[in-house]
């Protein structure tokens, strides 16, 4: 272990003159003037071995190695405990502390260690804030201490947003990235020695590997972002930035990586002027921006850089469901500001049960990112991952606002909201409402049925116009048709987006959210058009001939036991199409009755049961029974008619039309009522009921006799 030169200064300024004064190869170490003990403790080159850190402290973690020397100092400066782990810090996976900087060589981060922090730092519960504190050399990490023990607030400096370099006007890249910069926050593609800012290049080389056409990345010459060689390239430890905070993929990796450290992005920005660089270790799935949001506006808001770290993690794992990958090279007790007294507000009220509701004052906070501890129950806390949850705001956002919410447990009796917005707005108030979530896989199976549905009315409007000669309602058909059926695919498709990245934690002020019960309420209003619509367009009681323009019979005919109207053997077909998987319809029919049943392929059959003669001036009673194998209720409407019936046939059903909710489950019997009028004209009909929910066609219909009325009896 090197011995360490101690430098006597007052401050930063005093200790930088001296720094280069000496011109020694030893790393030089600032030491505060009156801080005899560190210089005492120091002048061996071995710190004091103290005890374990508690909970709720902050810590330097450090391991017997060239850098053990300046944890001691940082530790000492900053009044925190120092822990000495063994050689692969497996004191971190029990470590109770509210923080923790590791301090070591570049040779203890290997990708193992920084999942392992990230990990750690990214805990639903007992979340440890920690950051890496390492360098190429003893003389870079010296510096960089001695900036955060005598670290003071400077003057106010822009922010450069990735949105701003990707979609803004053309500008000169080098104006753009002159000048100091408060935090650099890039949403792109990156790699351990470079990340693609679309005006130029940040990049890992070093400063002193002479020009960047012969540094040896990863080409034999130049870059291999700008291979024309028109890109600006930006060594990072020569960016005048204080926070880089980048949503990209493998921005970090300390030794072991796939190209020579002396490359490296994160090294690179340790030898240079920033405080903190926060990038991930892994390749990343998008969150289309929204954890870049939420970091931009934790560090504006003046939270530590650990806990911003912490909770992107827990917001990656929420919203992308990834791993957590983000991680911190410097200290996490560092910030940008001081934090706002108003960034947290804690809910008053406690229930036990959901669904919740709590109506919150935020007294007019102006900024991005604000913090409501919600006082949930232990139970409530422990059901989170099960709950999903709406946010209301005063002042409405505004349709382009971008901005959203995270829900994440801080405690066992406390959850934290963190509401985060791209561009400082007012809060006034905020109403949140958390209920019990259906299963995900429960919205899958409604957007699947919902496809099949899709599938189906494609095929019968194809079908109706290949034969619209003979059809007199084909026009309005097709159109109706055409109509629903893009509603229904643009709101399936936006559905199924929404399910690859939504997640009960999350919810988004800037695009309509779609919770399972939205979902069904509107497949609900597709479903009543669909079958408000059917009786116009006069088709028959079935729709087999419709299927035989797209679709063909599947496998063989398949007996299904006797007719339910005259016992009579009945047979089973199945229509399908290689084209789509999702389109499967079953027919049932007998040999004396014709077509019973016409279904989609995944439900039962629906269940009609009604008399085979009424004669006319009497009524007669009928029922269907509708089944529902989903886990999750639905509601079904449905339109009973005679298809291809006379004008003049004075047949009404009571009612015509009805919508009814099916329970997960369960069954529903609906009752109806056929009056025939006096005049009713005797003949024999097809008696149908189509029943419509998530849009799915399920037809049921057996034949019907009208009889007519008998003479009245002589006296």
Sequence with gaps: ??????????????????????????????????????????????????????????????????????????????????????????????????????????????????????????????????????????????????????????????????????????????????????????????????????????????????????????????????????????????????????????????????????????????????????????????????????????????????????????????????????????????????????????????????????????????????????????????????????????????????????LLPSGDDAASLWLCVDEARRFDRVRVVCTAALPPESARLAVTTAWSAIDTLSALSAGVAAAASQLPGAEGCVRDLSAIVKQARELTTFAEQDLQSSHPHVTSFSKLELPLETLLGAYSALSARLVSRFPDWKLSAHLAWAYNHQISTSGDERPCGPCTVCGTPGYEITYSSPRSEHLRRTLIHCSRCGILSDRPSSERAMELRAPTVITAGETAHFEWRLRNDRPFPVEVSAVALFPHAPAQLGCRFSPETCTVTVPQGGEVIVPGVIEAANNALPGHYSLMVLGSGLMALNIAARPLRVEPRPPPALP
């Design 1 to 406: 272990m090197p011995r360490i030169r101690l430098v006597q200064c007052p401050d930063m300024a005093t200790y930088e003159q001296l720094a280069r004064e000496e011109g020694d190869p030893v790393p030089v170490l600032g030491v505060r003037a009156d801080d005899e003990a560190l210089a005492l403790a120091l002048r061996d080159g071995r710190p004091p071995r103290p005890t374990q850190s508690g909970e709720g402290r902050d810590c330097v973690l450090a391991r017997e190695d060239d850098y053990l020397p300046f944890a001691a100092a940082l530790a000492r400066w900053t009044g925190r405990e120092l822990v000495i782990s063994d050689h692969d810090f497996e004191a971190l996976a029990t470590l109770r502390a509210r923080s923790a900087v590791l301090v070591a060589t570049p040779d203890a981060f290997p990708f193992t260690r920084l999942a392992q922090i990230a990990s750690v730092s990214g805990r639903m519960r007992g979340a440890c804030a920690t950051g890496i504190l390492t360098a190429r050399s003893g003389e870079a990490l010296s510096r960089r201490i001695a900036r955060i023990a005598w670290s003071a607030p400077g003057p106010a400096r822009r922010n450069v947003h990735a949105k701003t370099l990707v979609h803004g006007a053309p500008m000169d890249a080098r104006a753009h990235f002159e000048g100091p910069i408060e935090t650099l926050v890039a949403v792109t593609h990156g790699s351990s020695i470079d990340m693609d800012l679309r005006l130029g290049v940040l990049c890992g080389r070093s400063t002193s590997a002479g020009a960047a056409e012969g540094y040896p990345c990863v080409m034999e010459k130049g870059c291999k972002r700008s291979p024309k060689g028109d890109r600006l390239l930006i060594p990072i430890q020569q960016l005048d930035a204080r926070v880089v905070f980048a949503e990209s993929c493998n921005g970090i990796a300390l030794t072991g990586g796939l190209y020579a450290d002396e490359a490296s992005l994160a090294l690179s920005a340790m030898d240079g002027t920033l405080m903190a660089y926060i990038a991930t270790f892994k390749l990343v799935r998008s969150s289309q921006g929204l954890l870049a949001c939420l970091g931009s506006a934790l560090l504006e808001a003046g939270h530590d850089f650990g806990t911003v770290t912490s909770i992107v993690n827990r917001a990656q794992q929420a919203f992308i469901k990834d791993v957590p990958s983000f991680i911190l090279l410097g200290d996490p007790c560092e910030r940008l500001s001081r934090p706002q007294g108003a960034a947290r507000l804690r809910a008053e009220g406690q229930g036990t049960g959901l669904p919740l509701s709590l109506d919150i004052d935020c007294g007019g906070f102006h900024g991005r990112a604000l913090e409501i501890v919600l006082p949930l129950s232990r139970e409530q806390v422990s059901r989170l991952d099960s709950t999903t949850f709406r946010v209301e705001l005063t002042p409405m956002p505004r349709q382009d606002e971008a901005g959203f919410a995270v």
